[in-house]
């Protein structure tokens, strides 16, 4: 193992309650629905222009507005969640991973961010976060989201190691197919039974250790 690409919503910090409440709102005062719970995890991995669209769709609405209509729409969530996000601190980086990245750096591992969100870098500087990696990746810059290989390609490409020598963290199921389809070995956090195609799951981030993702990528 050279390299390790972190997801980073579930993984390094649990933003997924702030989206859902951003989309609710919007959902609501947009669009006159309720969203059920569920969709607080239909949306993990999912892009904010694609998160948008399920919505619409599950409103009954997506053929009603213009293609700038939405874009504002989904602009307009972000303010909501940037709004959450904002109050984010180093007591929010969820249990194990500050350990983790020491291990990792210890053992001269490279560390690429292979997230979905835009707002990635601003998260990983709330946390306090941002210096420890070597690379974040663009998702603006990829063609196509989870779980599509792009993004985790484009980590790893960044960290000038190949995809077959990295192990990829995540907590959502399209980002776990995302890991396996560029060629990683993938480490899955939460349940086993979601994350069945993952190398190797994990409970919760506190049981992700270096030497879990060694053996994980030993398994290969
Ligand atoms: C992550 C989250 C998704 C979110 C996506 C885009 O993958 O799990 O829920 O929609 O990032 O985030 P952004 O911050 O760019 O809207
Ligand atoms: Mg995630």
Known sequence: M????????????????????????????????????????????????????????????????????????????????????????QKDILPGIENLLDQLAANKIKLSVASASKNAPFILEKLGL?????AIADPAKVAHGKPAPDIFLEAARKIAVEPSQCVGIEDAKAGVEAIKAAGAIAVGVGSSTDLNEADTVVANTGELTYSILEQAFGKK
């Open 130 to 134: 941002k210096d420890q990696f070597d």
């Open 2 to 89: 050279q390299g390790v690409l972190f997801d980073l919503d579930g993984v390094i910090t649990d933003t997924a309650k702030f989206h859902f409440k951003a989309w609710s709102r919007l959902a609501q005062e947009k669009l006159a629905v309720t969203l059920p719970a569920s969709f607080e995890s239909d949306l993990k991995g999912i892009s904010r222009i694609d998160s948008m669209n399920r919505i619409l769709k599950f409103a009954g609405l997506e053929t009603k507005y213009s293609a700038e209509e939405v874009n504002t729409m989904a602009q307009f969530k972000n303010e909501l969640y940037l709004n959450e996000i904002s109050k984010l601190t």
